[in-house]
């Protein structure tokens, strides 16, 4: 089989009283415009997968986060992504500040919302896997 590139994303999932952020992607966005989704991105060359977490985090969100545990690995067979998600924390509560360009909205959400939302695919899977269980109240 020849190899193929793919991509590496790296997400975090910030829990705060039983809600976690979720960012509305802009309908520019060529993949999934539209659809709700973690905060982060793709990893850089030479970066750290915590490193890439706190650079896409602020500067999608201009928030500042503590990263507490690697939550698990997801791939979807379909496509070429990996997306690490990271279980993270506000170090401060401050005002969030989207990327107008990237993302046109936010929410704090229980995980049991997220079924009602339209969710970029990777976020949908790992919900329906009940990765994000452990954000409760």
Known sequence: ?????????????????????????????????????????????????????RREVKEETALDIAIDRLLGLHSMVAEPYLQALYACRLTVFQKLQLRPNEHVDHRWVTPAELGTLELIPYLARIHEQAMLSFVTG
């Open 1 to 53: 089989m020849a190899e193929q590139q793919f991509y590496v994303g790296i997400h975090a999932v910030i829990a705060n009283r039983g809600r976690l952020l979720i960012l509305k992607r802009a309908p520019t966005m060529p993949y999934c415009p539209g659809s709700w989704d973690l905060p982060g991105g793709h990893l850089e060359v030479g970066e750290s997968f915590e490193e890439c977490l």
